[in-house]
């Protein structure tokens, strides 16, 4: 059952590739007739466009009709919610923590005069 599942979805996965080839094929078995037919450029021969026109319009609204299968895809993803709160309200209050000392860098104030005595500028002659 599991190898079944696989090959179904490698098929579904590798189809979108195969529908370009198909597109590609279908030009090479009846080139003749997309260049006398279906070709934009059949009138004037010297371009020698041979139905590649007809290949690149067709090319282009397979990649187009692709990415918007893949744009509706990625909307219609569904969230998945891993996490839900039950707490409706919060509540503050107060711990009562106090500083009754006020902060001084003194100690540090060694630290900063050495930085500055490297930036005294040269002596000048």
Same mark, same amino acid.
């Given at each position: 059952?599991?190898?079944?599942?696989?090959?179904?979805?490698?098929?579904?996965?590798?189809?979108?590739?195969?529908? +370009?080839?198909?597109?590609?094929?279908?030009?090479?078995?009846?080139?003749?007739?997309?260049?006398?037919? /279906?070709?934009? *450029?059949?009138?004037?021969?010297?371009?020698?466009?041979?139905?590649?026109?007809?290949?690149?319009?067709?090319?282009?609204?397979? $990649?187009? $009709?692709?990415?918007? +299968?893949?744009?509706?895809?990625?909307? *219609?993803?569904?969230? /998945?919610?891993?996490?839900?709160?039950?707490?409706?309200?919060?509540?503050?209050?107060?711990?009562?923590?106090?500083?009754?000392?006020?902060?001084?860098?003194?100690?540090?104030?060694?630290?900063?005069?050495?930085? /500055?005595?490297?930036?005294?500028?040269?002596?000048? *002659?």
């Amino acid at each position: 059952m599991r190898t079944i599942l696989v090959y179904i979805w490698l098929i579904t996965s590798i189809l979108p590739t195969f529908s +370009q080839w198909g597109i590609i094929a279908y030009y090479q078995v009846n080139k003749d007739y997309i260049t006398k037919v /279906l070709c934009e *450029n059949r009138e004037r021969p010297q371009l020698q466009c041979n139905g590649k026109c007809y290949l690149a319009k067709k090319l282009k609204e397979q $990649k187009e $009709k692709q990415d918007q +299968q893949t744009s509706e895809q990625i909307q *219609n993803i569904p969230v /998945l919610q891993l996490f839900s709160s039950t707490l409706s309200s919060f509540e503050f209050s107060s711990t009562g923590l106090k500083i009754n000392h006020k902060a001084t860098f003194l100690y540090l104030l060694p630290y900063y005069q050495a930085v /500055l005595s490297i930036l005294v500028p040269p002596p000048c *002659n």
